[in-house]
């Protein structure tokens, strides 16, 4: 089945750039959508359709999706994006969503 | 405003049952498909089942077929999910979603309940 692989951590200092990648094969093309998750809340969606931003989601993030793998960046690392990431693939052979593994961002 | 709210966790012995709610407000529940996502403690998100808008079709990961069951009531503007023959592992927050589609493929889970805990007991 369906393995979306991610950094299992990512650190970054406050001002810079974080990076988080999703990898599978041919996730380019997928739809990949990706989600914050502060420690006791419930997920929110940050990027959707690999590169669309929900309302609310500040410029900073942004999203892309080509080849074997897909990326969320943070510009501009600010505390309060210190949170986990998750990316979100539905996988139409199995009728199924997968999520990644999940990378935890430490500012 | 959108909003889900999950009932029914708590503590039950491994082997039991148990019956999970999702009460939805905000929206037309009847028009979205929705989903059940678990999260055991300190590891990462787990999709666990889905249903279409009608409630016609549902969907499971395969790990756990056989063994839960969605549901809903349109009329009652509720999720549900049966969980059966429960084990230590299935220890876990339990969320509901919303999703953008109305059934397969799925579009992507746009809102979330706060979520709902089951600690199973050996």
């Known amino acids: 089945s369906l393995v979306l692989t991610q950094p299992p951590s990512v650190s970054v200092a406050p001002g810079e750039t974080a990076t988080i990648t999703c990898a599978t094969n041919?996730?380019?093309?997928?739809?990949v959508h990706w989600y914050q998750q502060r420690p006791g809340q419930a997920p929110v969606v940050v990027m959707y359709?690999?590169?669309d931003r929900p309302s609310g989601i500040p410029e900073r993030f942004s999203g892309s999706n080509s080849g074997n793998t897909a990326t969320l960046t943070i510009s501009s690392v600010e505390a309060g994006d210190e949170a986990d990431y998750y990316c979100?693939?539905?996988?139409?052979?199995?009728?199924?969503?997968?999520f990644g593994t999940g990378t935890k961002v430490t500012v | 405003e959108v909003q889900l709210l999950e009932s029914g966790g708590g503590l039950v012995q491994s082997g039991g049952s148990v019956r999970l709610s999702c009460a939805a407000s905000?929206?037309?529940?009847?028009?979205?498909?929705m989903s059940w996502v678990r999260q055991a403690p300190g590891k990462g998100l787990e999709w666990v089942s889905g249903?279409?808008?009608?409630?016609?079709?549902?969907y499971y990961v395969d790990s756990l077929k056989g063994r839960f069951t969605v549901s809903r009531d349109n009329a009652k503007n509720t999720l549900y999910l049966q969980m059966h023959s429960l084990r230590v592992e299935d220890t876990a927050v339990y969320y509901c979603?919303?999703?953008?589609?109305?059934?397969?493929?799925?579009?992507?889970?746009?809102?979330w309940g706060k979520g709902t805990t089951v600690i199973v007991s050996s």
């Open positions: 905000g929206f037309i529940f009847s028009h979205y498909a």
């Open positions: 041919n996730i380019g093309g997928k739809s």
């Open positions: 979100l693939v539905w996988e139409s052979d199995t009728d199924n969503y997968v």
């Open positions: 979603a919303k999703d953008l589609s109305n059934s397969a493929p799925l579009w992507y889970m746009d809102v």
């Open positions: 249903i279409s808008s009608s409630g016609g079709t549902t």
């Open positions: 359709y690999s590169r």
